[in-house]
């Protein structure tokens, strides 16, 4: 699963806004911070600033990522 998650970080950096929709990204409500889902685990990551510099908060599954 590690993998998938790296590809699509990769393409996610290449082309932030295109990316958004080939996989199944979405910001937070009230939050700077996206979710990346890739079946049952989430990813929580950040954007910063104009660059592509993709800050990893973490990876859990659907059940513990948000407490």
Known sequence: MGLRFLKAFDEISQDIR???????VKKMQGQE????RIGKLRA???IKNSEVIILII????CNEIYK
């Open 18 to 24: 295109g990316s958004f929709f080939k996989h199944d």
């Open 33 to 36: 911070i996206f979710r990346l």
């Open 44 to 46: 929580l990551f950040e």
């Open 58 to 61: 973490n990876i859990d599954s």
